[in-house]
């Protein structure tokens, strides 16, 4: 019989609404029910695509007599870290600053009050590596709540309070300088991966937002060594395993340093991310690799993770069936030679195991290798590699495909419209474009109510429960933003506009300007989580800097700009001493720094020389330079205002710094004054 979980729009919870586990949604019905019946409450957090969330969900959730043993002692509580961000990151902080280590599953036990007392992440079956059994962990703090209480209690108030002590140092309230950001280019070389790109070592994970900083700093110092580290990072990730050789596409991170084996999981923010980056590299240098990959993964995302209403599905799963009935990491993505034998006969799979750098040891599990594209000399005959490309795709499709996570969220689906616009803008795609409309309209049909609050997530056209968190509010900002630019329609800067007012009045403390990832009037946790650092997408902080950087420049709207420079003084503390981990906050103090620069291009819009000046500003490498186009007279974007033609012919602004250039109608001229 289902559980509760059974109503719930989450794909992760609906996964476990048939466990035997009498599971509850977070929700204060659930900690009333701890304090009538006093139990403790397991809190297990996860998402869906998280291979060891599957593994004890089998193991333990799904096991009879572990799920009556919880039921008789605990509340148990399911929460999917994607819908609600601000309870994983209140308790991972806890995790990580008892045991030094967190990940997914998380597992905490915690008061009625909810605060936490014990720990962790997977627990096995049975005792293993000197780790204890889930069992095991269940009796010892079954006992321990009902023998020694009191001092339990204790605990949980200690860590709630050690928790409330864990302000972060966010130094002062200015923008970082020429030598923060030159210091934090120093210190991202010291960590730079020479022989494979990328920085650090093992597990590495695609590091989206320092190569977004790399080439804006190199479009605005110049710095060779500073677009080389972007441009390697960039070439050997999309010849690695970490890239769908086949279909396009990311996966979440790579096993091994060189990016040979991925953990086979694609996430819409990750690839939504490198979609733009790999644009930007083009912009940057021709790359034809560059170009390539970013219309590739653009395609991906449409082709495997659009949804029926036009939004974009957060992730495809790590497992499928290997066609046995058994479900294994990889099993849709990876090649044996004797599949490659029967899909191409004996000569093309000879040729494609030599293209793709197939070994007969394999490189990843039992014989079978991912496929890669390896540095090499030889040359190949691109129509035959063409073939077996082709033909390779459609035996795969034949797979049993990894499961899809059907829900919206937000902050993502920003991402994705953001990226997918400027690649439609800059390839001649106007179907990616349309995209990204889709995308952006579902946004505001269904996510945005009447106040224009946000809500986090939706699934199958139907709105979630939970509140959108500063991350939403920033990256759907940013979709929009980026679409005013490539569309010249005003109504997608009016909706930036409503979300960032939010930003300023719910999500930034009045005194210090710092800003908190839950709104003012959200739900209260036992802490209000504030994290201005990178992870898997930009922090909700650094993004909102960004957005609103952006929005100033388009409006000349004062108390955004202000807001930003009170904002990137975390940037100015952090960024030389931990790069890799405020990519993108380093990134918009770049085009601080630069202006950035404001771009209005007036003129028919139909005409041939208004697109070409269009499209010259759109591809232009100055950091953060935003763009406006229309019609002489328009009023769709505050920068077209007073813009007259000259001669009569389509003409284009640049100003910076409230000084404007001569107005120009030479797209050669325009370039000129959009470089260094």
């Given at each position: 019989m289902?559980?509760?979980?059974?109503?719930?729009?989450s794909?992760?919870?609906?996964?476990?609404?048939?466990?035997?586990?009498?599971?509850w949604?977070?929700?204060?019905?659930?900690?009333?029910e701890?304090r009538?019946?006093?139990?403790?409450?397991?809190?297990?957090?996860?998402?869906?695509?998280?291979?060891w969330?599957?593994?004890m969900?089998?193991?333990s959730?799904?096991d009879q007599?572990?799920a009556?043993?919880?039921?008789a002692?605990?509340?148990s509580?399911?929460?999917?870290?994607?819908?609600?961000p601000?309870?994983?990151?209140?308790?991972m902080?806890a995790v990580q600053a008892a045991?030094?280590q967190?990940?997914?599953?998380?597992?905490?036990?915690?008061?009625?009050?909810?605060?936490?007392f014990y720990?962790g992440?997977y627990?096995?079956p049975a005792?293993?590596?000197g780790?204890?059994?889930?069992?095991?962990?269940?009796?010892g703090?079954?006992?321990?709540w009902?023998?020694?209480?009191?001092?339990?209690?204790?605990?949980?108030?200690?860590?709630?309070r050690?928790l409330a002590?864990?302000e972060?140092?966010?130094?002062?309230t200015?923008?970082?300088?020429?030598?923060?950001?030159a210091?934090?280019?120093?210190g991202?070389?010291?960590?730079y991966d020479?022989?494979?790109?990328?920085?650090?070592?093992?597990?590495?994970?695609?590091?989206?937002m320092?190569v977004?900083?790399?080439?804006?700093?190199?479009?605005?110092?110049?710095?060779?060594g500073?677009?080389?580290m972007?441009?390697?990072?960039?070439?050997?990730?999309?010849?690695?395993g970490?890239?769908?050789?086949?279909?396009?596409?990311?996966?979440?991170?790579?096993?091994?340093?060189e990016?040979?084996?991925?953990?086979?999981?694609k996430?819409?923010?990750?690839?939504?991310?490198?979609?733009?980056?790999?644009?930007?590299?083009?912009?940057?240098?021709?790359?034809?690799?560059?170009?390539?990959?970013a219309?590739?993964?653009?395609?991906?995302?449409?082709?495997?993770?659009?949804?029926?209403?036009?939004?974009f599905?957060?992730?495809?799963?790590?497992?499928?069936?290997?066609?046995s009935?058994?479900?294994?990491?990889?099993a849709?993505y990876?090649?044996?030679?004797?599949?490659?034998?029967?899909?191409?006969?004996?000569q093309?799979a000879?040729?494609?195991?030599?293209?793709?750098?197939m070994?007969?040891?394999?490189t990843?599990?039992?014989g079978?290798?991912?496929?890669q594209?390896p540095?090499?000399?030889?040359?190949?005959?691109?129509?035959r590699?063409?073939?077996?490309?082709?033909?390779?795709?459609?035996?795969r499709g034949?797979?049993?495909?990894?499961g899809?996570?059907?829900?919206?969220?937000?902050?993502?689906?920003?991402?994705?419209?953001?990226?997918?616009?400027?690649?439609?803008?800059?390839?001649?795609?106007?179907?990616?474009?349309e995209?990204?409309?889709?995308?952006?309209d579902?946004l505001?049909?269904?996510?945005?109510?009447?106040?224009?609050r946000?809500?986090?997530?939706?699934?199958?056209?139907?709105v979630?429960a939970n509140?959108?968190v500063?991350?939403?509010?920033a990256?759907?900002s940013?979709?929009?933003?980026?679409?005013?630019?490539?569309?010249g329609?005003g109504?997608?800067?009016?909706?930036?506009?409503f979300?960032?007012?939010h930003?300023?009045?719910?999500?930034?403390?009045?005194e210090s300007?710092?800003?908190?990832?839950?709104a003012?009037d959200?739900?209260k946790?036992?802490?209000?989580?504030?994290?201005?650092?990178?992870?898997?997408?930009?922090?909700?902080?650094?993004a909102?800097?960004?957005?609103?950087?952006s929005?100033?420049?388009q409006?000349?709207?004062?108390p955004h700009?202000?807001?930003v420079?009170?904002?990137?003084g975390?940037v100015?503390?952090?960024?030389?001493?931990?790069?890799?981990?405020?990519g993108?906050g380093?990134?918009?103090?770049e085009?601080?720094?630069?202006?950035?620069?404001e771009?209005?291009?007036?003129?028919?819009?139909?005409?041939?020389?208004t697109?070409?000046l269009?499209?010259?500003?759109?591809?232009?490498?100055?950091?953060?330079?935003?763009?406006?186009?229309?019609a002489?007279g328009?009023d769709?974007?505050?920068?077209?205002?007073?813009?007259?033609?000259?001669?009569?012919e389509?003409?284009a602004y640049?100003?910076?710094?409230?000084?404007?250039?001569?107005?120009?109608?030479d797209?050669?001229?325009?370039?000129?004054?959009?470089?260094?």
């Amino acid at each position: 019989m289902p559980n509760r979980l059974a109503h719930e729009t989450s794909p992760y919870l609906l996964q476990h609404a048939d466990n035997p586990v009498d599971w509850w949604p977070w929700s204060a019905d659930a900690f009333e029910e701890a304090r009538r019946s006093g139990k403790p409450v397991l809190l297990s957090v996860g998402y869906s695509s998280c291979h060891w969330c599957h593994v004890m969900a089998h193991e333990s959730f799904e096991d009879q007599e572990t799920a009556d043993y919880l039921n008789a002692h605990f509340v148990s509580v399911k929460v999917d870290r994607e819908e609600r961000p601000d309870v994983d990151a209140v308790y991972m902080e806890a995790v990580q600053a008892a045991t030094g280590q967190g990940g997914w599953p998380m597992t905490v036990f915690l008061t009625p009050d909810a605060e936490p007392f014990y720990f962790g992440t997977y627990f096995p079956p049975a005792p293993r590596h000197g780790s204890p059994s889930f069992r095991q962990v269940l009796e010892g703090v079954h006992s321990a709540w009902t023998d020694r209480r009191g001092e339990v209690t204790e605990v949980a108030e200690k860590i709630v309070r050690d928790l409330a002590g864990r302000e972060i140092a966010f130094g002062d309230t200015q923008a970082p300088g020429e030598e923060d950001l030159a210091g934090a280019l120093l210190g991202l070389t010291r960590d730079y991966d020479a022989g494979h790109g990328g920085f650090g070592g093992a597990p590495k994970f695609p590091p989206s937002m320092a190569v977004e900083f790399l080439l804006r700093h190199h479009a605005r110092t110049g710095s060779e060594g500073a677009l080389q580290m972007a441009a390697d990072t960039c070439e050997r990730m999309a010849r690695g395993g970490i890239y769908d050789q086949l279909g396009g596409g990311f996966a979440r991170y790579s096993v091994d340093r060189e990016w040979v084996v991925p953990h086979f999981e694609k996430m819409l923010y990750d690839n939504a991310l490198l979609c733009r980056v790999y644009a930007h590299l083009w912009r940057s240098t021709g790359s034809d690799l560059a170009r390539r990959v970013a219309l590739e993964t653009a395609d991906f995302m449409v082709r495997e993770l659009r949804t029926n209403e036009g939004g974009f599905a957060s992730a495809l799963d790590a497992d499928s069936d290997d066609g046995s009935g058994r479900h294994v990491e990889g099993a849709y993505y990876v090649w044996t030679p004797a599949q490659l034998v029967e899909v191409l006969g004996e000569q093309d799979a000879e040729l494609a195991a030599d293209y793709f750098g197939m070994t007969e040891e394999g490189t990843f599990e039992e014989g079978a290798s991912v496929l890669q594209l390896p540095q090499s000399e030889g040359v190949f005959d691109a129509e035959r590699i063409a073939s077996i490309r082709a033909r390779l795709l459609e035996a795969r499709g034949e797979r049993p495909a990894p499961g899809r996570d059907d829900k919206v969220v937000a902050a993502w689906n920003g991402l994705a419209v953001a990226a997918l616009a400027e690649t439609g803008a800059y390839f001649d795609r106007p179907d990616l474009i349309e995209a990204a409309l889709g995308a952006a309209d579902l946004l505001v049909r269904l996510h945005l109510d009447e106040h224009a609050r946000l809500a986090r997530t939706s699934k199958d056209g139907r709105v979630g429960a939970n509140a959108g968190v500063l991350e939403d509010y920033a990256d759907v900002s940013e979709g929009f933003l980026a679409l005013a630019s490539v569309t010249g329609e005003g109504v997608w800067l009016e909706f930036a506009g409503f979300l960032l007012d939010h930003v300023l009045v719910q999500f930034t403390d009045e005194e210090s300007g710092t800003l908190y990832d839950t709104a003012a009037d959200a739900e209260k946790l036992i802490r209000r989580p504030q994290d201005p650092t990178d992870n898997a997408t930009p922090s909700g902080w650094s993004a909102a800097a960004g957005a609103l950087l952006s929005y100033a420049a388009q409006t000349g709207a004062e108390p955004h700009r202000a807001a930003v420079e009170r904002a990137l003084g975390v940037v100015k503390a952090l960024g030389p001493r931990a790069p890799r981990f405020i990519g993108w906050g380093l990134a918009t103090a770049e085009a601080l720094l630069d202006g950035p620069r404001e771009v209005a291009v007036v003129g028919p819009v139909d005409d041939p020389a208004t697109k070409e000046l269009h499209r010259a500003a759109l591809l232009a490498t100055a950091p953060g330079a935003v763009v406006a186009m229309g019609a002489p007279g328009s009023d769709e974007l505050p920068l077209l205002a007073e813009r007259l033609l000259v001669s009569g012919e389509p003409t284009a602004y640049v100003c910076r710094n409230f000084t404007c250039d001569a107005p120009t109608t030479d797209v050669d001229r325009l370039r000129e004054a959009l470089g260094r």
